[in-house]
Structure formats: C-alpha cells, structure tokens
C-alpha cells in the first residue's frame, strides 16, 4: 500500500471539499471491505482517503407510506438483512443483503460501498487495467480466460461484470440513489447510477470524483406484489455468484400485470431484462412460463468463448426467481 | 522387565495410547492467541519487500537499484537474480524475485521496489497445460518430455480378449497450496556470526543448514525458531530464494530484523503448485467383471521442470498394461510436494476410467472392486475390510442405483461412490511425507523408554530391589511383585541428584515401533443440480488405516482436514493461468476458491484399529486421506448425472458441458 493522506471529516460540505476534482485525488472510505483490497493490491492510490464514517446523515433506517423506504449509505448489509421495516415492506432487499460475502463481510460493508464497489475483472485486480486492454490495444479478455465475465451488454470495451448483488434488488423495486457534491444533493434512479465506461479513465458509475452516496430511497411497492431474489452461486458463503436475478410481479389476482426482472453478474451494469419482463405481463406463472422469460432474459446474450454456461446460469437464475416469487418468494 | 528392547504396550496396558485428548495447541490457535511467524513484531524490525518479474520467461538484462538507494528509510538493497545468475538471467516464472530490498515500513519498501529499474528481454513462453500432446511433436520438442513406453502383461491380446472396453479422459488441473500463513521468516543477526531465523516452515530441523548452506556459514550458527506453522502441504520443506533474501538484507543492514513474508497472490502465484496430471484411458474386462488391460496416454505440467511419469493404474496391478507419459514444461511457478505428491491425480485417472468401466458392466462399482480385490495385493484383505465397513456407515449397498438412474431430470440427483485410496513414503525428518507420528512418536516412545529404564536403575537401591524387578505404573516407582515397596515419581526423580535425565529417541531405531504403507476406502454422497451444474456434497465417508492409532482425535481431525480439501480440489480449486500476459489471474482467494464449512456436508471417520492393524506400529495420516476425494466425488457426480466429467474441479461450467454433450449424444447411459 502507498502512503495516503487521510481526513475523518464531520460534515458532508467539508467532506465533499476534501474529495479531487478527477479520480486518482481521492477516495470514500467507507466499511472498507473493498477499497483497501485494492489499495493493497496497488489498483487504486489515492493521494487522500475521506473516512465518511463520521457523518451522522448518512445513517439511519426510516420508512414512511408516501416516500417508501430511506436506507443511509453508511447502513451495514447485515443491519439491512436485520431491520424489520426493510424486512416487512422489501424483503427481497433484506434477503438479498444477507446472501452477499459473509457474515464479517456483510458486518462492515455499506450499502454505499456496495453501490459503488469496483469489479472483480481478474486483469483488472491484477493490475490491467479496468478495461483489461493489452499494450497492442487488443482485449485481454477477448483472448484470455472470461469464464466469469459478461454475456450480457458485452460489445466492449469493458467485459467485466457488476459486483453488487443489492443492486438488481433495488433496481427492481425501482430505487432511487440520492447524492452530495459541491452544488448540493442531487437523485437519480438507481438503474441510471450505473454505466458502461468507454475509455479507461471512466468509471462503472455516474458519480463524480468529488461526489458521495448519501442514500438509497425505496418506493413502497404496491400491495399484492410479489417478489424474489435468486443467486446461483456454487459455494455456500463466501463466493460471487455466477448470476443473479431479482424479479418483482405486480400482480392482479393470478396474472401478472407487470413485472421488473433485474440480473446481476452479467453484464457490466445491472442488467434490466425488459424482454422477461414482457414475457411476464399478462401471464400466470407456470414453469413455462417462468422458462420463458428465463428465455427471453438471455435472448440477446452472446458468449465470449469461455462463459457461455452462464447463458444457461442467467436462464435458470430467472426461471427459479420468477417460480419462487410466484410461490410467495421473499415478499 | 526386558532389557534392551521397545515394544509398544499391549491393548490391555495402555494408558494414554488411543485416548481421545484434546490437541495441545488447540486452544491457542482456535482463539487466535497462537503468534504466527507471519505475526511477529521484533524490535526496530524493518519489513522486505521485493522486484518480482512481470513476466513468465524473461532474462534479466540489467538491473539499477541506485534510486532505491537513496531513499530515505531504506536501509538495505539485495539482488537476489541478476543478469549473470543461474541461465544468464533467465527467469521461468512470473513473480521471480529480482531485488529484494528492506525498509522501515512497508509503504517505503513498496516505492522502493517501484523506484528499481530493471530491464528485461521478454521470451516466448507458454502457461497453458490442459491440451493433449502430439506424441510426434512432442518427441521433437524441448517443451515436452517424453517417458519411455511401459508395457506390462500383454496388453494386445488382453484387449483382444476383453468383453467390455471402455474408453474415456480424466484429469485435474494445476492447484496450489494455498497455505493460509503466506510462506516467509523473519531474519536478524544477533552479532555478525549467527543469524537468528523466524521462519514459517515444515522442516524446522532441516531449514537452519539449507540457509547456512545458501549464505555460506557454518551450520551450528543459525539458530531457527517457530512456534506455529499455518499450514504447508509440502510446500514449506525447503528453502526459498526470499528465506535467504531476508537473511541478506539483515546482515546489510546491520543485523536487525527483517521481516519477508508474501503477499497472497506471490503466496499463489508462485510458492508451489500441484501439478496436473491428465490421462487418456482404455481399460478392459471380461463380462463377469475380471479386469484384463490398462492402457494410457498420460500428460502433466506444474513448472520449467516438468512432472515426472504418473504411476497408473493408481493401487491395482492390472496384468495387462500399455502406458505412455509426457511431462509439459511450461512457465509457471514450479510445482512442490503436495500432500500425498501426485497420488490424488493418479487416483482420480485411475478410479475414474475404472468406475467407468464398472458402469459399462453394468455393475454397482462395490462389487467390481471385490471382484477384483485380489489385484489391490498386498493390501487386498485392509481393503477389503474397510469396504464392508463403509458400506455400513454410507448404507451404499441399500443406497447405490445403476448410473443416471435417479429419476432422468429431477433436480437434485443424488448419488453415491466408494473410493480407495493408498499411500507409502519412506519416513524423513521433516514434517512432510506423513513421517511426522511415525517418526515422532516412535523416537519419542523410545526416548521415553530409555528415561525409564535409567531412572530405575538410579532409583532401584533405595528399594532394595534390582532395576529389572521394578516396574512404573500410576505415577510410581515400584517393585513389580510387591506394590508396598515404592516411591511417587518425584521422590524417585530426587534420586537424580543434580543432574537430569536428558535422553534423545531417533528414528530410525532399534524394534519395529513404526511401518508404512496403508489402505483407505472413501464413499461420497453427492447431489447434483443438473440445471445449474453445481454439487454438493451431502456426506462422505472416510475409512483408513494407519496401523496403531496414538491419538484417535487428532487421526481423525488429519483425516477430516484431506477430506475438507479433497472437496476443495475436487469442486473448487484451480490454477488459472493467462497466456497472453503470462501471469496467474485467480491470485486472490475470492476467486481461488476453497470450500468452507457450509460446502463438505456430513464428514464420517472410522479409523481402522485393532488386533491385524495395531500390531503394525504407527503409520502417518497426514496424506493418505488426501488421495480420494477427488475420484470419489468425481464418481458420485458420473453416477448422479449418468455422464463423466471428465477434469476436475467439477465447476458449473464442466458439468454443464458434460451433461450437453451427453443429451446431443442422445440421452443418457
Ligand atoms: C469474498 C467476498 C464476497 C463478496 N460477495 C458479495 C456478494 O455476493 N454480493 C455483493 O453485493 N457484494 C459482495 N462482496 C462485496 C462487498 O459487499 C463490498 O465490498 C462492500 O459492500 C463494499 O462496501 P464498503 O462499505 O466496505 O465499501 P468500501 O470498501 O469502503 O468502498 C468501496 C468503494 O465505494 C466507494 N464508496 C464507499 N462509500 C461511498 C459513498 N458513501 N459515496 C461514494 N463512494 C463511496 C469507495 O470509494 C470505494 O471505491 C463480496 C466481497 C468479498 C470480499
């Protein structure tokens, strides 16, 4: 690890004034779990770490019927798996914070760190580069081993898949992200926080260098919805899911009347399937109608050599999450 | 009392001999106050870091370390490969150590290593391993090493007469050691002639002369301390160019310690690897299951120095056999010994093809191993015996169905397989080759017996007795016919005088206290999910035998502990190399994966004791449980989804392409 400076600031003007003008200045510290991994690992060295840890607004759990559900940045995974309002009115969300990593994992690690977590590309934590380009400007990936990267959203250049498990739960429950910077706060639909960088000095998310994560907002959703959360994922703890799907039925009676169906470990975004979704509205839900929009979901998928057995994982992710809501699932 | 001779005790005698006791560290290391080498903080201690080569096969043009010099808080700078050292600078390897520097803190090493110039001429190399070799060209190559063709029997004529052939792949990949204490030490000199090593090893007896050896000193004055190893499999025996780095930069900086452990991804990337091991296999029988003829082409990398020929059929001596070995060098970190060196690759070839077979056959693999039992000579009867004991502890005969059977497309299916595996080393002194109880107890047992017998002697006047009439029991000192006349041990002990009873046992010695070679069965109960590819395990059964069992709890914790990282290897664990760049890309171990306590399901030991297994002595443990897991899981999953998969580790992607291939095939065995 490189030698940093580091600020513990106790207000969020005077945090986001101790943040850079570009990448590289600064970082957010906040539960850590990621960030100094890739401090060690030499990936990222801020010039100066901004320990948010000591702002008191972004703590804090609250729901209310008109704004839904306000989540603080700084809320542990485990503290949002535990919270009984998440739990009553998204429990998709608190099942999906408790499958993440493990249980020390999920003690330190905030929601906001989770949003903003960088991606696991194996050329990119060993020092690649996030869009893993050789010197000959060629794709490392294309040519290399990509069993774990996208199928989904893969026509480059970033290969790489997004981390965040929490994030297609949110996603799917149409969360909003609210952040602070110097010309105060501003919010936006989660789905929108997260892009496709196009060049190597970009990053994973629409947020700026000397911009924080204040809070997640959920919408209650309306009653009767149904809603679960599935991860294929081959070790019991401790492991990265090949894919994962988040389906949310809005139901009337046995039909569905809409549906938002959101995968992970895909695609270097969230990845929201609006041809699953369509191939929900209108149905009841049987297993072929669950396959089928597993089908849909990975219609446009394309394999980069080494991961095509992910199409399939991404299938049967979304297949198992829509039989599951349908069941009852997580809500 | 007999003079002269060790024996250990009968059944009826023993006292502490096959009691359950808690290990003694135990305590310590499950609360983490057990200090690692890793943990040590010595005083004004500076910490090493060090140049690694970026790439797989290089030569080290030149090399500038004045910048690094300079700097301020770096006090030592040492090339460890140079452009004259070993091939003219060549480096094999990505994450060779280059230049090795020390420093006040780890921040300043880093830019120290960064602030070294070293230039490179970049080689052609190659990483991948897992493609068959063409005989014709591999015998032209440098790359490759061809064995010479074996032949056993007549394997012609065997295949000739052979009613069912069966021929299939298998294999594992390269796997690392992945010792959760990253390998390193900790160097200092006391004054400018004894060097004083914190060493994280397996071999503290050996270690301190390999280092004198290496810095040209005199053995007696490296003094080599550890209190903990955190694990090893092999891979921390010998001494490895940082060990002697540490040592180096201490004597330039003046003698104070400094601390060189690894990083997890140099811990990965280059601190030794199993090797793979990959087999194309025919094998032959008759329709009553009489097994004739083995033939293979094998082929295995795991370094520059390629592996050495595998020896298959694993355990059976099949009377017909035709074997053909190829070693691939390729540009990786060399391979080290890895719990039970090359038995769990040639277990998995072996009981994989044969299972195949037995399946071809139509026959529950339980009753082809008994069929042929007599080629499993000379352990024939172990195996036999244990297998009717796993059969007890797996229900395997109520349980076992004909392969594929478990209702077509039901998810999860469920199966079962049995496993056996072997293991024989020559006892050494380090801690490796499963020598360690075998040579510490039996040395200990010995030294033990000799303080007995010189404590008699000194104590036998005080009992007006003669030494061969007295006899130790419940921690006195008495006369053997007349248990009125004795001394508690510490009056007995007071008898010394001044001068203490030092005694060393050794081993080799005199009596048969210890012997080698033994026999295992394992079963695996699996269940597969054919959708996604990814088994669990629902329980496994382990039955070993290793002669007289000293400690029953911690024999069977060595067990649980290789059948933990059978699972791991079996589903998890693989070297995944880069071409394009050379490097290792799974060097973290979030994504080199090992199984945790959710993942190994039900683990069931028996260990084999007794009259026919005691009277053996001790044998090691610490290998033989290594050996099959991996066929045994690897069979449960064949079983389960009626098709091979055919390389380990069984990860979502094989088992999916396995069972794909099977269905355009036209459905199911
Ligand atoms: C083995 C393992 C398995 C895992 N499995 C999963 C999994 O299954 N699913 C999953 O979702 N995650 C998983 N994780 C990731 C884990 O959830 C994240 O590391 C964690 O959520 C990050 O949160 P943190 O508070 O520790 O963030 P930090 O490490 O402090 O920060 C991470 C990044 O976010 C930025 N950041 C943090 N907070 C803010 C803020 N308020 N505003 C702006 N930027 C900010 C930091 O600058 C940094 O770039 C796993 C991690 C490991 C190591």
Known sequence: MRAFEYA??????????????????????????????????????????VNVKELPELRGITFNASRGLRIGSLMTLS????????????????????????????????????????PRCWWFRNGFGLLATAPDGKSLVLQGDNRYHAILGNDGPAYFVSPSSLAPALIAYNARIRLFGPK?????????????????????????????????????????????????????????????????????????????????????????????????????ISEQTADAAGAAAVANAKSLGRNKYKIKLAHVAVKRAVLQAAKGGQA | MAENTYQWPDASKRKLIGKRMNRVDGPVKASGRAKYTYDLVRPNMLYGDSVKCPYAHARVKSIDTSAAEKMPGVKAVHVIHGPDDGAKGEVFWAGTDIVAVAAVDEPTARDAVRAIK??????????????????????????????????????NSAFQQSEVTHEGYYGSPVITHCCLETHGSVAEWPDKDHLFLHISTQNVPGIGEQVAKAIDMPASNVHVHQDHVGGGFGSKLGLDPWGVAAAQLSKKAGGVPVKMMLNRATELETAGCRPSAYARVKVGAKKDGTLLAWESYAWGSGGPGAPGSLAIPYVWKVPNQQKQYVGVVNHIGPSRAWRAPNHPQMCVITMGALDDLAAKLGMDTFDFVKKNIDLLDPRSKIYSEELDVANDLMQWKARWHPRG??????????????????????????????????GVSSATFRAATDAKRQLIAKVAPALNAQPADLEVADGRVRVASDASRSLSWKEACSKLGAQTLTVRGTNPGEGDLTNSGVGGVQMADVSVDTETGIVKINKMVAVQDCGLVISPKQAESQVLGAMIMGVSYALYEEKVMDQTTGTMLNTNMDNYRLAGIGDVGELVVRL???????????????????????????????????VRVPFLPLTPDRVLEALEKAQGEGGRA
């Not at chain 1, 101790?18 to 030499?42: F, I, N, P, Y």
């Not at chain 1, 907002?217 to 994922?233: D, L, M, N, Q």
């Not at chain 2, 478990?406 to 293991?423: R, V, W, Y």
Request: glycine share 8%; charged share 20%; hydrophobic share 35%.
């Open chain 1, 184 to 284: 105060g706060p501003r919010e936006i639909p989660l789905e929108k926080f997260f892009v496709i960088p196009k060049s190597e000095n970009e990053r994973e998310h629409d947020l700026r260098p000397n911009e924080i994560v204040t809070d997640v907002i959920v919408p209650a959703p309306p009653s009767g919805v149904k809603a679960s959360h599935y991860e294929v994922r081959q070790k019991a703890a401790f492991d990265w899911p090949y894919a994962t799907a988040s389906v949310v039925l809005d139901m009337n009676g046995d039909t569905v009347r809409s549906a938002r169906v959101v995968m992970s470990h895909v695609a270097p975004i969230p990845w929201v399937s609006n041809e699953a979704a369509q191939a929900l509205a209108g149905k009841t």
């Open chain 2, 118 to 155: 070293v230039e490179y001429e970049q080689l052609p190399h190659l990483v991948l391993n897992d493609k068959e070799p063409n005989l014709a060209e591999a015998e032209k190559s440098e790359l490759y090493k061809v064995a010479s063709k074996e032949t056993v029997g007549d394997p």
């Open chain 2, 608 to 642: 084999m004791t007794g009259p026919g297994y005691d009277e053996r002595g001790v044998i090691g443990i610490g290998e033989p449980p290594t050996v099959s897991p991996g066929a045994a899981i690897s069979n449960a999953v064949a079983n389960a989804i009626g």
């Open chain 1, 79 to 118: 503290e949002i798996s535990e919270d009984a309002q998440v739990k009553e009115h998204h429990p998709m969300l608190a099942h999906a914070a408790g499958e993440a990593a493990s249980p020390q994992i999920r003690n330190v690690a905030t929601i906001g760190g989770n949003m903003c977590q960088r």
């Open chain 2, 405 to 438: 059977d478990s209702d077509t497309l039901g998810i999860p299916m469920e199966a079962i397989s049995l496993q056996i595996g072997d293991n024989q080393y020559p006892p050494d002194s380090a801690s490796g080759g499963s020598s360690t109880i075998g």
């Open chain 1, 8 to 49: 513990s600031p106790k207000q969020k003007q005077q945090a986001v004034g101790l943040l850079g003008q570009q990448w590289g200045d600064a970082e957010v510290l906040a539960g850590g779990s990621d960030l100094l991994a890739l401090m060690k690992d030499d990936i990222v060295h801020p010039k100066r770490l």
